[in-house]
Each structure stands twice: as C-alpha cells, then as structure tokens.
C-alpha cells in the first residue's frame, strides 16, 4: 500500500512558466512534509518543507502547498528554469517510536523544462 | 564541511553473493538511514541507525542488516544476494533525525547483481 503517491511521472514545462508537481498521501499521521529533488548519479537534495499545522511554505522560486482534507500537497516552481530538470521526490515524516522519525517517499515525478 | 560519503560508488556482485556497503555521514550528525532506490520506485526504507543502536526498520527481509559505529559512521550488509536486490542504495545523515529535519543525502551505491 503505498502511502505516498505521485501520480505523474513526468512533467514538461517551458520556461519560464510555472512547474506543478503534486503529491497524495493517506496517513493522516504524517506530520511533516519534504520535497528533494535529484540529478541522475546523485543523492537527492532537499529543497523545501512543510509542517502538517501550516498551508503554505515558500522559499523564494519554490512553493509548497498543503490540504490537509484533501491529503494533498503540491510544490510550485516559479519561474522555472531548464537547471530545474530533475526528478523530484515528495517524502512524508512519521514517528516510529524509540526516537525515530521515518520518511515515505513517493515514486518520483521527472520535471523537464524545456528552454 | 564534507557531505556524506558513500563508498564504493559502484559495485556488481554475483547472485548468492555477499556485499557491504559504506557510509560516512556529515560531522556531527548522528542519525543515518538506509534507502533502496530501484527503477519505478521510490526510495523505500531500510533501517535507521542512531548512537550505534537501530531504531527503526523498514519491511525488508532478514538478509539486509547493518550497524552503526561510535564514530557514527554506518555499514549495510546483504547476504545472499539476488537479482532483485539491483538498485541504488542511499545513505541520509541527520543531526538526530527529527520530523522536520532534513536529511542529507550520499551519492548512493550503484548495486548490480548478475
């Protein structure tokens, strides 16, 4: 059962316009959002989080957006640029116990942003 | 101040096989998670390690193991490896691993079973 879903997995943009990746999830225990954004032949890096209590988080390109009822978040790029090409990764924080918190990924949305 | 530092970067091993993996995660950081990267997939949850104890582990079967030294640098081993354990495997260093603390990322060992 895969509690963290992106649906799309790919995505083309021009640039300059605005990058939409969304992102589902079903535990209403996660408390914590991530997104991290990978190159190929590299980790991923974080980019952007959000707490479960707020709706909105931004970092100066990059918005995340959180619906909390509709168990939806969404990470907007504005404007896009072609260096944004990248697979990027929603991942969820749950406690697990002991101290420990997990992250849940989803499959991976691949962004190409043509120039 | 140094990333984390997967070694080696690639590996291929032959089916039966055992393999260990290394990560240094970042100075300070105590925390350090496994994950299996395979294709179509997302990074799916090994273990986590923190002060050399595991405190969490993912639904993976007994043959994925790994510890954590006092100098928190961490192994993963895989005994009897099959196909299917083909993927990139990547190591996360946190401070202590909170909920709203992010985790950094190695380059991931490149596994491919033949």
């Known amino acids: 059962d ?3 879903k992106q649906n799309s997995p790919s995505l083309s943009v021009q640039e300059g316009r605005i990058s939409i990746l969304n992102c589902d999830y079903t535990n209403s225990m996660f408390d914590y959002f991530l997104w991290y ?13 959000i707490s479960s209590i707020k709706d909105k988080n931004e970092d100066g390109r990059f918005t995340v957006f959180l619906n909390k009822s509709a168990k939806h978040l969404s990470l907007h790029i504005v404007p896009s640029q072609p260096g944004d090409s990248a697979v990027y990764f929603c991942a969820a924080s749950s406690y697990s116990g002991a101290g420990s918190y997990q992250l849940t990924f989803g499959k991976g949305t691949k962004l190409s942003v043509i120039p | 101040k140094a990333g984390v530092t997967q070694t ?12 260990t993996l290394s990560c240094s995660p ?3 950081h105590r925390s350090v998670s496994w994950y299996q990267q395979t294709p179509g ?13 595991q405190r969490n582990k993912g639904n993976f079967p007994g043959r994925f193991s790994g510890r954590q030294f006092s100098n ?4 993963m081993n895989v ?9 990139l495997y990547l190591c996360a260093s946190s401070p202590v691993g909170g909920a709203s603390t992010e985790a950094f990322f190695g380059q991931g060992t490149r596994l491919t079973v033949v």
């Open chain 2, 79 to 87: 005994s009897t490896l099959e196909l299917g354990d083909s993927a």
């Open chain 1, 37 to 49: 954004k990978k190159y190929p032949a590299e980790g991923p890096t974080f980019l952007i989080s």
């Open chain 2, 41 to 53: 997939q997302g990074l799916q949850f090994l273990f986590e390690y923190f002060s050399e104890t």
């Open chain 2, 26 to 28: 970042i100075s300070g």
């Open chain 1, 2 to 4: 895969q509690q963290v």
């Open chain 2, 72 to 75: 928190s640098r961490s192994e």
């Open chain 2, 8 to 19: 080696p970067r690639y590996l291929i091993k032959t089916r039966g096989q055992q393999v």
